[in-house]
């Protein structure tokens, strides 16, 4: 989980005092990977570092106030009685403004541990690789220093339609890191009074004329009311360019689009590009079942350079 400078804002100002915990370093099986992370409140918390007795120290230790950073080594079997077997790095803090502040670029470096020198050579090549290269630094915990990196979306979804299968959709990719979600249907009253937080909703009457404006390289996923509408949707968004795009529907819908598209100018290769149906087939129709098979896909499709192959391809399902 990315250090992320709006949420933690946004968090402290409804609040009052956070502290963020983040999982800094792993030997072994653990619960959580490094960079996971969660915040502290006085009477809640939002994230998780892992369940079960080492986020109840945490959140007991986050509470209890702290004055300086603080660096937390922990065996997980035998000092806290976890199967796991591993070892974790915590480090807690309090979010403050010096700490938000550091958070500009592309990698957030601070000292947490008392003693700690200069910047060691390690983070500042990872600060430089960073900037040049545009890649996300893993976290990291050198002689007293923790790099993070800056949480910035790294995908652009765009969802169209709100019914079942959209607002199904919303609810299990809205909370996912790096996801940039932009939902799209033909008026306000379509959405819900109060959608997830960081989802852009816009109302269009017209969405294929939205389409238009879309990044080239989004993802979409294209599930209206109307077969009329996804097709226009899907018309529009071929002659725009995209990253990958998914249409809700069956395999009788699906060879009549192609038909369709085939006869508006469209290439076979470039139909092909569309996927349909979306999701796992094999996991039902339920609207939460075909969101589950979906975010699967746009899970295993963000991991390394196979993916990217894919993504190129259009392959969202």
């Given at each position: 989980?990315?250090?992320?400078?709006?949420?933690?804002?946004?968090?402290?100002?409804?609040?009052?005092?956070?502290?963020?915990?983040?999982?800094?370093?792993?030997?072994?099986?653990?619960?959580?990977?490094?960079?996971?992370?969660?915040?502290?409140?006085?009477?809640?918390?939002e994230g998780t570092i892992g369940g079960?007795?080492?986020?109840?120290?945490?959140?007991?230790?986050?509470?209890?106030?702290?004055?300086?950073?603080?660096?937390?080594?922990?065996?997980?079997?035998?000092?806290?009685?976890?199967?796991?077997?591993?070892?974790?790095?915590?480090?807690?803090?309090?979010?403050?403004?010096?700490?938000?502040?550091?958070?500009?670029?592309?990698?957030?470096?601070?000292?947490?541990?008392?003693?700690?020198?200069?910047?060691?050579?390690?983070?500042?090549?990872?600060?430089?690789?960073?900037?040049?290269?545009?890649?996300?630094?893993?976290?990291?915990?050198?002689?007293?220093?923790?790099?993070?990196?800056?949480?910035?979306?790294?995908?652009?979804?765009?969802?169209?339609?709100?019914?079942?299968?959209?607002?199904?959709?919303?609810?299990?990719?809205?909370?996912?890191?790096?996801?940039?979600?932009?939902?799209?249907?033909?008026?306000?009253?379509?959405?819900?009074?109060?959608?997830?937080?960081?989802?852009?909703?816009?109302?269009?009457?017209?969405?294929?004329?939205?389409?238009?404006?879309?990044?080239?390289?989004?993802?979409?996923?294209?599930?209206?009311?109307?077969?009329?509408l996804d097709l226009a949707l899907c018309?529009?968004?071929?002659?725009?360019?995209?990253?990958?795009?998914?249409?809700?529907?069956?395999?009788?819908?699906?060879?009549?689009?192609?038909?369709?598209?085939?006869?508006?100018?469209?290439?076979?290769?470039?139909?092909?590009?569309i996927d349909c149906p979306i999701g796992?087939?094999?996991?039902?129709?339920?609207?939460?079942?075909?969101?589950?098979?979906?975010?699967?896909?746009?899970?295993?499709?963000?991991?390394?350079?196979?993916?990217?192959?894919?993504?190129?391809?259009?392959?969202?399902?």
């Amino acid at each position: 989980m990315a250090f992320d400078a709006d949420r933690l804002s946004a968090l402290a100002a409804a609040h009052g005092p956070v502290v963020r915990v983040v999982v800094a370093g792993v030997r072994g099986s653990t619960p959580r990977e490094a960079g996971a992370a969660m915040a502290v409140w006085a009477e809640g918390f939002e994230g998780t570092i892992g369940g079960g007795a080492l986020e109840l120290e945490a959140i007991r230790l986050a509470r209890a106030g702290l004055r300086a950073p603080r660096v937390l080594h922990r065996a997980l079997g035998p000092e806290l009685g976890q199967c796991c077997g591993g070892a974790v790095t915590l480090v807690l803090e309090a979010v403050d403004a010096d700490l938000l502040e550091r958070a500009r670029g592309e990698v957030v470096a601070r000292p947490v541990e008392a003693g700690a020198g200069e910047m060691p050579l390690e983070i500042r090549r990872m600060l430089a690789e960073a900037r040049a290269q545009g890649v996300e630094a893993p976290t990291r915990l050198v002689e007293g220093w923790l790099a993070e990196p800056v949480a910035r979306p790294r995908r652009n979804i765009w969802i169209w339609g709100a019914g079942h299968v959209g607002r199904a959709l919303v609810a299990v990719l809205s909370p996912l890191p790096g996801l940039a979600i932009t939902w799209v249907d033909t008026g306000a009253d379509r959405f819900p009074d109060t959608p997830p937080e960081g989802v852009s909703v816009v109302p269009a009457a017209d969405p294929a004329l939205l389409a238009a404006h879309a990044p080239v390289e989004a993802e979409h996923l294209v599930l209206t009311y109307s077969h009329a509408l996804d097709l226009a949707l899907c018309d529009a968004l071929l002659r725009r360019g995209f990253g990958r795009c998914g249409l809700i529907g069956s395999a009788t819908k699906w060879a009549r689009f192609r038909r369709r598209l085939s006869g508006m100018g469209h290439a076979d290769a470039q139909i092909s590009r569309i996927d349909c149906p979306i999701g796992d087939p094999s996991l039902g129709k339920h609207p939460q079942a075909i969101a589950v098979g979906v975010a699967t896909c746009i899970l295993a499709h963000g991991l390394g350079s196979g993916a990217r192959q894919d993504a190129r391809q259009g392959k969202i399902a």
